[in-house]
């Protein structure tokens, strides 16, 4: 798992992986949009997109001379994982949070409710 946090440390890897998000995208695509973006040399971008590639977040294919990149789906089910545990946690106090809400509301609205109305003269 700590490889996995690892390879989603760097921005460079994270944003390769936002625009595998939106879809396959052959190296040159990815250099390119790498390039204008965060300013890396192409040997830099190839180096994270093998990064990612032995790492399992991202598959290539060979299509004739082009190289086509797609995300992998293993490194991401173990992160989802691992971040479930959290979430839990998360989930019980955000309830909590919405309860003492609904409660504070509630007890406000009641207080008003029991306030003398107030004669215009």
């Not at 989603?8 to 879809?23: K, M, T």
């Not at 082009?66 to 545990?85: I, Q």
Request: charged residues 35%; proline residues 4%; without cysteine.
């Amino acid at each position: 798992m700590t490889q996995a946090f690892d390879v989603l440390g760097s921005p460079v890897r994270r944003r390769i992986l936002e625009l595998l998000a939106e879809r396959s995208r052959t190296s040159g695509e990815i250099v390119e949009a790498i390039q204008r973006e965060l300013d890396i040399s192409q040997p830099g971008v190839s180096q994270h997109l093998s990064v990612l590639r032995e790492s399992g977040f991202a598959t290539s294919r060979a299509e004739g001379p082009r190289r086509v990149y797609e995300l992998g789906a293993v490194p991401f089910g173990e992160v989802e994982a691992w971040l479930d545990r959290f979430r839990g946690a998360w989930g019980e106090r955000l309830d909590a949070l919405a309860t003492e809400v609904a409660r504070g509301k509630r007890e406000r609205r009641l207080q008003r409710a029991k306030e003398p109305v107030r004669r215009r003269a």
